[in-house]
């Protein structure tokens, strides 16, 4: 496929986003900066939230402790989230499109399958909180509520960029007057709750369980929050989209996380959504039920994000195979099929809603780690924001068809965290790696594979003939008309 075509964006007659995975020109460009901070803020202020405060807790780590590692993990995750965020302004392409630079036309297809996963899981630990939450706070039957919060993420994907935009801002203003009432009553004690602080203390595994799983809160936004920039103007001041996309994603994770671990510990609630709706009724009924139905709704229109990511990986994966251009019905085929696969998985998961978000996290934050420090090396280090876009859309372009240092760096990064890694129970089956059970079982495998990543890949780079990619890049500018950059 050619990187632009000429449609204008979305359809007339239906207002559907007609662009997906091409390059938007600058006179599409019609996002804005502020919209990044709601959008994100939403992103995070819904029920996911409130079960990673429990992961501290459930390992007997204190509150004050729980905090602390939360702050810590979701500021560190958030740093590498929003310095992608601003990569869509410069480059006007989805995430993954990008990364062919990296990983080569077809190398590409490695992170992706990775990706897929991170959109895949995130969905189906959605239904499955969804499906626990809302019938333990309301007695709603578990499969009408998978079905209807499947069908309602899908139809907002299929919309498309500007219709997930519009549905973050809409229950932001909802739900945030609701929430800051439900907390500033647990800070006063009218929520009520106690505990005995004997049973909860420090550890090094509990801490770094809970700092790590905050960080990957943030770090697996990372393959598609560009998505949602790019179609911001190339003029935007990447400092303003990175600031804009921090404060957002941050503070409303940190607020909900620590909300939940207070949950988890004063009234030991085990399923968040319930625990969120005993403490706002408590306080004020039916304060908790709002709070506990926005924070369900604006968990399904994250759904609606995850499949939207998740369409737009596909394609891009079919797109690296066979070069195609593809249309709304291919857009619509694809969120469909994503959904029942998500389903059906869901479906069969039986394990508790901190299992399985505890599960989901760690996996996706070994295997986007090594993606998430590749990317970064590349647009900030070593070709500083200058690509060739043109070629990114050509298995015979500059950036060949597999990238051999993107795809050395990925695998050796995630190879050198295997040692580390402290997998949780999945399916019945466990894995702590030799070096990581000679640290008490402390996590620390993903910070490993991303310093061992960046270092390889910064190496391998050396050798690039940055010459001739600038004159492949000039070239290309010229082309689709697009000012130089320098």
Same mark, same amino acid.
């Given at each position: 496929?050619?990187?632009?075509?000429?449609?204008?964006?979305?359809?007339?007659?239906? /207002?559907?986003?007609?662009?997906?995975?091409?390059?938007?020109?600058?006179?599409?460009?019609?996002?804005?900066?502020?919209?990044?901070?709601?959008?994100?803020?939403?992103?995070?202020?819904?029920?996911?939230?409130?079960?990673?405060?429990?992961?501290?807790?459930?390992?007997?780590?204190?509150?004050?402790?729980?905090?602390?590692?939360?702050?810590?993990?979701?500021?560190?995750?958030?740093?590498?989230?929003?310095?992608?965020?601003?990569?869509?302004?410069?480059?006007?392409?989805?995430?993954?499109?990008?990364?062919?630079?990296?990983?080569?036309?077809?190398?590409?297809?490695?992170?992706?399958?990775?990706?897929?996963?991170?959109?895949?899981?995130?969905?189906?630990?959605?239904?499955?909180?969804?499906?626990?939450?809302?019938?333990?706070?309301?007695?709603?039957?578990?499969?009408?509520?998978?079905?209807?919060?499947?069908?309602?993420?899908?139809?907002?994907?299929?919309?498309?960029?500007?219709?997930?935009?519009?549905?973050?801002?809409?229950?932001?203003?909802?739900?945030?007057?609701?929430?800051?009432?439900?907390?500033?009553?647990?800070?006063?004690?009218?929520?009520?709750?106690?505990?005995?602080?004997?049973?909860?203390?420090?550890?090094?595994?509990?801490?770094?369980?809970?700092?790590?799983?905050?960080?990957?809160?943030?770090?697996?936004?990372?393959?598609?929050?560009?998505?949602?920039?790019?179609?911001?103007?190339?003029?935007?001041?990447?400092?303003?989209?990175?600031?804009?996309?921090?404060?957002?994603?941050?503070?409303?994770?940190?607020?909900?996380?620590? /909300?939940?671990?207070?949950?988890?510990?004063?009234?030991?609630?085990?399923?968040?959504?319930?625990?969120?709706?005993?403490?706002?009724?408590?306080?004020?009924?039916?304060?908790?039920?709002?709070?506990?139905?926005?924070?369900?709704?604006?968990?399904?229109?994250?759904?609606?994000?995850?499949?939207?990511?998740?369409?737009?990986?596909?394609?891009?994966?079919?797109?690296?195979?066979?070069?195609?251009?593809?249309?709304?019905?291919?857009?619509?085929?694809?969120?469909?099929?994503?959904?029942?696969?998500?389903?059906?998985?869901?479906?069969?998961?039986?394990?508790?809603?901190?299992?399985?978000?505890?599960?989901?996290?760690?996996?996706?934050?070994?295997?986007?780690?090594?993606?998430?420090?590749?990317?970064?090396?590349?647009?900030?280090?070593?070709?500083?924001?200058?690509?060739?876009?043109?070629?990114?859309?050509?298995?015979?372009?500059?950036?060949?068809?597999?990238?051999?240092?993107?795809?050395?760096?990925?695998?050796?990064?995630?190879?050198?965290?295997?040692?580390?890694?402290?997998?949780?129970?999945?399916?019945?089956?466990?894995?702590?790696?030799?070096?990581?059970?000679?640290?008490?079982?402390?996590?620390?495998?993903?910070?490993?594979?991303?310093?061992?990543?960046?270092?390889?890949?910064?190496?391998?780079?050396?050798? /690039?003939?940055?010459?001739?990619?600038?004159?492949?890049?000039?070239?290309?500018?010229?082309? /689709?008309?697009?000012?130089?950059?320098?």
């Amino acid at each position: 496929m050619t990187p632009s075509t000429p449609s204008t964006g979305r359809t007339a007659a239906s /207002l559907i986003e007609a662009r997906s995975i091409d390059w938007i020109p600058e006179r599409e460009r019609h996002g804005k900066v502020w919209h990044q901070a709601p959008l994100w803020f939403l992103g995070n202020f819904q029920y996911f939230s409130i079960p990673i405060g429990f992961i501290g807790p459930s390992l007997g780590l204190g509150l004050g402790w729980t905090v602390l590692a939360s702050v810590l993990g979701i500021g560190v995750g958030t740093v590498f989230m929003a310095f992608h965020a601003s990569q869509g302004p410069t480059m006007g392409l989805p995430q993954l499109i990008q990364s062919r630079a990296q990983f080569g036309y077809r190398g590409v297809i490695v992170p992706l399958l990775a990706t897929l996963f991170t959109y895949m899981a995130f969905n189906v630990a959605d239904t499955v909180l969804l499906s626990e939450g809302l019938n333990s706070a309301f007695g709603w039957a578990p499969v009408a509520i998978a079905v209807l919060a499947t069908l309602a993420g899908v139809g907002l994907a299929i919309f498309g960029h500007d219709w997930l935009h519009k549905a973050f801002r809409l229950l932001l203003y909802v739900s945030l007057p609701i929430m800051a009432v439900l907390t500033v009553g647990v800070i006063l004690g009218a929520a009520g709750g106690s505990w005995d602080a004997s049973q909860y203390g420090f550890s090094w595994q509990a801490f770094m369980a809970q700092f790590a799983a905050c960080a990957a809160y943030n770090i697996t936004y990372a393959p598609y929050v560009s998505d949602y920039s790019r179609y911001l103007p190339t003029t935007t001041p990447a400092r303003s989209v990175i600031s804009a996309v921090f404060f957002g994603a941050s503070s409303s994770a940190i607020w909900l996380i620590i /909300l939940g671990a207070w949950l988890s510990i004063a009234l030991g609630a085990t399923d968040g959504l319930a625990g969120l709706q005993l403490a706002g009724n408590t306080i004020a009924a039916p304060l908790g039920d709002a709070a506990a139905l926005l924070s369900a709704l604006a968990l399904v229109a994250t759904m609606g994000m995850n499949a939207y990511g998740g369409m737009l990986t596909v394609l891009t994966t079919i797109d690296s195979i066979r070069p195609i251009r593809p249309r709304t019905t291919a857009r619509v085929v694809t969120i469909l099929v994503l959904a029942v696969a998500w389903y059906a998985i869901a479906a069969s998961i039986s394990s508790g809603s901190v299992d399985t978000v505890f599960s989901a996290l760690t996996l996706m934050l070994y295997i986007l780690v090594p993606w998430t420090a590749t990317n970064l090396a590349d647009f900030f280090l070593v070709r500083k924001g200058h690509y060739a876009i043109e070629d990114l859309f050509a298995p015979s372009g500059i950036y060949g068809v597999w990238g051999w240092r993107g795809l050395t760096a990925f695998g050796v990064g995630l190879a050198a965290e295997v040692p580390f890694m402290v997998l949780p129970t999945i399916g019945g089956w466990s894995y702590v790696g030799p070096v990581a059970s000679a640290l008490g079982e402390v996590d620390i495998a993903w910070l490993v594979g991303l310093a061992v990543t960046s270092a390889v890949y910064l190496l391998l780079s050396r050798s /690039l003939d940055h010459a001739a990619e600038d004159a492949e890049r000039r070239r290309s500018d010229a082309h /689709l008309g697009v000012t130089p950059t320098d």
